[in-house]
């Protein structure tokens, strides 16, 4: 396909993506304006993330894996808020090509209808250099909302899911271009994040805190405990997790499952949760009134640097 300027394509892949569901998402204004106009009478919250080719997303990634990725990695905030998706908007950067374009259009339509939200606006920008710029919003009931800052001693953790799979993924997207590998259950995971919309819904009543898994479950994990001023004992063992003879797992991020403490009085209602939902939710530690964190595998203690997980500064 030829390269055609921003306008025309703007209008032709992206301005109707989740139209139909702009009224039910209070919208009085869609894109297409200089703004989107929306009616709440609910807590909104709000997030923005960055993607660039060669750090987010291999440059061998097709463009409709590209906008599912991006997207879906951004509304794991909101769920890790204990929201409801409300809206999304995109930032493209890319040269134009409109094959590439009619493609990632396609894979925004596959997360707007899977969440039933719309796509409000956005940019779009002519450049080399691939990137992809999501903001995304949810709403959260009044004072029902979860942070990462509200642990308290002597409080269960839990984690979501199992560590390892976007890993696996991501492993196998680089070192095989057969686009069968797409099929494949750890590739789906890294190209198409699984959201834990329903258990951070339901653990808003009763979760202190609450992060999701993007950085790597050590630096996660740490985000929750250090400003609350809490230390834990946190078993690796219990860590369902694809690689049970590696650490790695426990160090990459795009997992995006959810990491939350609790009182100890609420356990039966989470392993209730669990078992309802089909999602198993592990009890993995406590937290303790120290600073200390210790994390204990194999019948030993193992040692991590602190905030060991990807870090844009780090070098």
Known sequence: MSQVDEFFLIEKYFKNIGLKFLSKKNFILGSGDDSAIFKSTNNLCYSVDQNYEGIHFPKSLPPEFIAT???LRSFS???AMGAKPLWFSVALACDFDE?????FSRGLNKVSNLLSVPLIGGDLIKTSQKSVTVSVS???KKNNHLSR???KHNQNIYLTGELGLARKGLEEIKKNFNKNIYRKKNVKRFIFPKL???ISNSISQFAS????VSDGFIADLEKILIPSNQGAVIDLDEIPRVDKSSIEDFTFGDDLELIFTADKKYHEKIMKLSDKSGINIALIGQTKKNSEIKYLLNNGEVLFPRKKGWNHGKK
């Open 149 to 151: 800052s509200g642990a």
């Open 209 to 212: 805190s609450c992060i999701d």
């Open 69 to 71: 990725r991006s997207v």
């Open 77 to 79: 905030d909101i769920s």
């Open 138 to 140: 949810g709403e959260t």
């Open 196 to 198: 834990r919309l329903e």
């Open 99 to 103: 094959k590439f374009i009619n493609d």
